[in-house]
Nanobody, 124 residues
């Protein structure tokens, strides 16, 4: 049984930073993509960032345009954990952030497994 457990959400002032963590258990492949989506009140869920194995290379990270240059995704394979470092947070980053894992994750494709979500609130 796959479990994704997020942590690290909270309340932060605009311009501040937070780091989210997602610890995975039960994944059958360490080559699974892992990533983050978010959903703000009254809005649809949207892709934030993901990281996947690229043959012949190291892990490859990719981001939504809205977070490029501010957010950094990384993973620790030994711990099967993915991190999302969020800097220069804006009011519009307020949302519930969900960890996601699966063979493929893109802005249009979600993985098979979800975490329970962690709230990130950015205040002015």
């Amino acid at each position: 049984q796959v479990q994704l457990v997020e942590s690290g959400g909270g309340l932060v002032q605009a311009g501040g930073s937070l780091r989210l963590s997602c610890a995975a258990s039960g994944l059958t492949s360490r080559n699974y993509a892992m990533g983050w989506f978010r959903q703000a009140p009254g809005k649809e869920r949207e892709f934030v960032a993901a990281i996947r194995w690229r043959v012949g290379s190291a892990y490859y990270a990719y981001y939504a345009d809205s977070v490029k240059g501010r957010f950094t995704i990384s993973r620790d394979n030994a711990k099967v954990t993915v991190y999302l470092q969020m800097n220069s947070l804006k009011l519009e980053d307020t949302a519930v952030y969900y960890c996601n894992a699966g063979p493929v994750i893109t802005s249009m494709t979600v993985g098979d497994f979800w975490g329970q979500g962690t709230q990130v609130t950015v205040s002015s």
